[in-house]
Nanobody, 123 residues
Framework: QVQLVESGGGLVQAGGSLRLSCAASGRTFSSYAMGWFRQAPGKEREFVAAISWSGGNTYYADSVKGRFTISRDNAKNTVYLQMNSLKPEDTAVYYC????????????????WGQGTQVTVSS
């Protein structure tokens, strides 16, 4: 069982930056691949970024590539999403998710989810 709690969301102007954190409970955090997803009002949940259990492999949606960076600290049971050059279209609720062993892009592949944190980017 893994419990996930996101933090770091807020209101920022276009071009600004935010860093999201996702703190995980459980002693097996380092065995889980982690992902960030987002959901805007009226839209489906979409993949943002993922990181392998070791942190050695990262994956990004085309829409955030070059602007967002996913990382993890297994000693702190935490995964991060550094978001730079934010755009109004990045506005959404951001969720972190855990999947045993391997990364994935489909939300249905993930086993555990946080409650989400709101990111709002004003123009």
């Amino acid at each position: 069982q893994v419990q996930l709690v996101e933090s770091g969301g807020g209101l920022v102007q276009a071009g600004g930056s935010l860093r999201l954190s996702c703190a995980a409970s459980g002693r097996t955090f380092s065995s889980y691949a982690m992902g960030w997803f987002r959901q805007a009002p009226g839209k489906e949940r979409e993949f943002v970024a993922a990181i392998s259990w070791s942190g050695g492999n990262t994956y990004y949606a085309d829409s955030v590539k070059g602007r967002f960076t996913i990382s993890r600290d297994n000693a702190k049971n935490t995964v991060y999403l550094q978001m730079n050059s934010l755009k109004p279209e990045d506005t959404a609720v951001y969720y972190c998710a855990a999947r045993w062993d391997r990364t994935g892009w489909n939300p249905k592949m993930y086993d555990y989810w946080g409650q989400g944190t709101q990111v709002t980017v004003s123009s």
